[in-house]
C-alpha cells in the first residue's frame, strides 16, 4: 500500500531563512503526491501536487516541492520563511484501494522565529 | 459560502452517547471522505463513498458508521460514544483520483 514518511515532527526556522520540511514516500505504482498545511484552527489547505506532470512543483504562497524518484522524496521548500508560514504541514498519498483517499504523513509542526 | 461544510464545529458529549456528524459540500463531487485526525498522528480514514450507493470501509471503521443522504451530504456517526473517540474529524470531497480532495473546516468532538 501506497504511504509516506515525514522525517521531523518539529522544524523551526528563522525568518528569512529556508523552509525544507521531508517526505518520503512508498508506492509499488507512480504516486499521486500532496502537500497540504493546515493553520491553528483550520481545515486543510492544498499547497502543491504532484501527478507525474513535472517533477518541480510549484504550488502556493513560494513552495515547492520536487519529486525524485530514485530517492523516493518529495520534500517541500521554500527559499525565505514568513512569520505567517507557522502551521503544521502534511504529505499525503493517494491510496488506489481506497477509493484514492489520502494516506497523510503524521505531520511536520513549522515554528518561524523573528 | 464555503464549498465543503460540517456542523457542528465543536461538541462536547458524554460516553455512552450516540452523536452525528454532517457534512455537506457544493462542489458537485461524488467521493466523499471521513478522516479523524489525533495530534502526532497526522490524519486516519475512517469511511469513504463513491456515490449514495457505495460506501467503504477506510483503516478505523471501528465504532463509527456512515450515511449517505445525496450527493451532497455525507454524516459520520459515533453509536456509542467512548473517549478515545476524542478528535478533529474532517469531511472531504473529491472528484477523482491524483485531484485535490477539499476539506471542511473540521469538527471537534470530545467525549467525557
Known amino acids: 500500500a501506497q504511504s509516506v514518511t515525514q522525517l521531523g515532527s518539529h522544524v523551526s526556522v528563522s525568518e528569512g531563512a529556508l523552509v525544507l520540511l521531508r517526505c518520503n514516500y512508498s508506492s509499488s505504482v507512480p504516486p499521486y503526491l500532496f502537500w497540504y498545511v493546515q493553520y491553528p484552527n483550520q481545515g486543510l489547505q492544498l499547497l502543491l501536487k504532484?501527478?507525474?506532470?513535472?517533477?518541480l512543483v510549484k504550488g502556493i504562497n513560494g513552495f515547492e516541492a520536487e519529486f525524485k524518484k530514485s530517492e523516493t522524496s518529495f520534500h517541500l521548500t521554500k527559499p525565505s520563511a514568513h512569520m505567517s508560514d507557522a502551521a503544521e504541514y502534511f504529505c499525503?498519498?493517494?491510496?488506489?484501494?481506497?477509493?484514492?483517499?489520502?494516506?497523510f504523513g503524521k505531520g511536520t509542526s513549522l515554528l518561524v522565529t523573528p | 459560502d464555503a464549498d465543503v461544510t460540517q456542523t457542528p464545529r465543536n461538541r462536547i458529549t458524554k460516553t455512552g452517547k450516540r452523536i452525528m456528524l454532517e457534512c455537506s459540500q457544493t462542489k458537485g463531487h461524488d467521493r466523499m471522505y471521513w478522516y479523524r485526525q489525533d495530534p502526532g498522528l497526522g490524519l486516519q480514514l475512517i469511511y469513504y463513498s463513491f456515490d449514495v450507493k457505495d460506501i467503504n470501509k477506510g483503516e478505523i471503521s471501528d465504532g463509527y458508521s456512515v450515511s449517505r443522504q445525496a450527493q451532497a451530504k455525507f454524516s459520520l456517526s459515533l453509536e456509542s460514544a467512548i473517549p478515545n473517540q476524542t478528535a478533529l474529524y474532517f469531511c472531504?470531497?473529491?472528484?477523482?483520483?491524483?485531484?485535490?480532495?477539499?476539506f471542511g473546516p473540521g469538527t471537534r468532538l470530545t467525549v467525557l
Open positions: 472531504a470531497t473529491s472528484d477523482g483520483p491524483g485531484v485535490e480532495q477539499f
Open positions: 499525503a498519498v493517494t491510496v488506489s484501494n481506497s477509493g484514492y483517499a489520502l494516506n
Open positions: 504532484y501527478t507525474s506532470a513535472a517533477t
